[in-house]
């Protein structure tokens, strides 16, 4: 009989651990007692960080009492035959037998790796495993903010559900959102392929609070105009039902007489299909059966399927008023229930019917009540406003909240959020005011952050006041170059040149000026050979006539001067159907202090043709 394997467990660490420098980390160690043998051995789990696959590793083992006294050393343990690629962990297969039995603990040194290609790296000062790689979970950060970090990583095809880390970023290493160790001169995750600035700046609080205060406007912008397609719905329904309305009244007389006969109708339709057959039967006898079930349905209460019977059947008896009514009994039921939103709108779409006016007062009034309550205090404003009820205790109330509000969020500088209410709030106080400010703020913001789009949007709005006026003609220049990236396709502004030199070849070469409204910039060279080819990219700022290339590093936008702009024509060249010049320094060969001529096609102030 096979004897069974006892083993008793002395000690186990899941470390991840590292040293500058070091071709793997160390992730776990065990000490197990194998009693069916009476050793013990010890384990490591190790991890390749390296870009080189991993053929053999050398390292030491120092064996440790329970208080720590070292009582043994086993040198040179050796693990071969290995082909271990990049972020792959190895080395739990391979046991190392302790000898002293007093060791309780462990620890391993590293002393050599060797890569499949032979190099070997030494541990020449035997360092330590002393620099911890755990991180912590990104869950941890506000919840708010992790949405938003989910919504980038959406926007730029990373799978979200790898970023489970809140990153490092150390001056020797960088440890990424997956969990993966990267080195200092990796520019992108080995392992997910995430950029590092892109990281930096998207789990950057400050930044990642800002782009949740612009997703939160975006969406208010569009449930303001999906409100206002609504209201459009609305008005659109009320006219035609104004329409039919009077086409109803037009049809009352007509009907008021077969009211009368319509009462002993039954009688007379059943006497007459008796006698007549099937011909009286299908022209009087089928109406009154469709009749008879529209009514059979609206006293079973499904006043939708009722009012579809009784407008097919047209003016057939009260088939016109009754479908009125279905929409009227079902609306009391809807306010009975307490849901008054839908109950107003179904008053609203029959208001000339009966009291149906009165009732959509009473629910709107009512409706704004409860999400008063809600704290919906905007909604509840937009509600009272329909009913012309500005001097409603509600709405004084919901426009006090909605005030405060509004004064907390730009307390807290979510600005875009506090404009919103200020600028809803209107002649409200001093909401005016106060609206403008938050705005300009946000504009200035935007233009900080090389949102151009969002910054000239705002600036244009704030026209006269303060000193927007002056950083609209400080950013004239800025508008011309880039107008034409504000086109519907999205295209850049471009902005060519034949007057170039190619830094590869030195020959006469077509230079290719991009210019985009995200404050991204690439400069492109085409030379004789056809050959097209990227010289320099990134982001740009244009204050006055001078271009300047910008660098976001430790969490600040930096500036470096790249080229003056001389001057900027417009209608004045005619070349190729382009009408404007902008003289500048060559940004590519800066030293040679050449100035070249871009030429593109100013149509308006604000539009540039590609040409």
Partial sequence: MEKEEKKKLLEEKNIHLWFVGSPVSLQSMKLELDMNVGAIFAYAKFMNVQPHNISSMVCDIICYDSIRNPVDVLHDCKYEGF??????????????????????????????????SGQTWYNKDEKRFSKSLVQD??????????????????????????????????????????GTLNWIDETSCCSCGVDREWLRENTDMEILKSQKEQTEYDLQELRAKAAEQERLDRERARQEFAQRKEAYKKQVKKSEGKKKFGKILPLILLLVILLAGGYFGVFYGIPYFSYKMAMDEYEKGSYDSARQKFEKM??????????????????????QAGNYKAAAEMYQSIITYSDSEARYIECIKNYAAKIYEEAKYKEAIAALKQIDEQENEIYKKSQEKLYLQAGRDEKKQYFKTAYDKYDYLGDYKDSKQKAQECLYTVARLAYEKLDYKEALEKYDQLKGYKDVDNILDKISTLRKLISAAGKDDGSPAVWETEDGICPKCQKQAQYIFEFRLDGTYKISVKCETDDTFVVAEGRFKIEDSVL????????????KK???????????????????????????NPKNKKTIKLYGNVITDDTVSLG
């Fill in 314 to 335: 047209g003016d057939y008896l009260d088939s016109e008023e009754m479908v009125f009514k279905c929409t009227y009994t079902k609306a009391d039921s809807y306010a």
């Fill in 83 to 116: 082909d271990i690629v990049r972020n792959k962990e190895f080395g739990t297969e391979v046991p190392f037998k302790v000898k002293n039995q007093q060791t309780r603990n462990i620890e391993f040194v590293l002393k050599s790796v060797t890569t499949t």
């Fill in 562 to 588: 790249m080229a003056d702009i001389k001057e900027v024509k417009d209608n004045v060249l005619d070349k190729e159907g382009k009408n404007t010049c902008i003289v500048i320094t060559d940004p590519v």
């Fill in 548 to 559: 300047y290339d910008a660098e976001y590093k430790k969490g600040k936008m930096l500036f």
């Fill in 137 to 178: 979970s990104i869950f941890n950060v506000q919840t708010d903010m992790h949405s938003q970090f989910i919504v980038n990583c959406g926007k730029i095809g990373v799978d979200d559900t790898k970023m489970s880390f809140q990153p490092k970023l150390s001056k020797d290493y960088w440890l990424c959102a997956c």
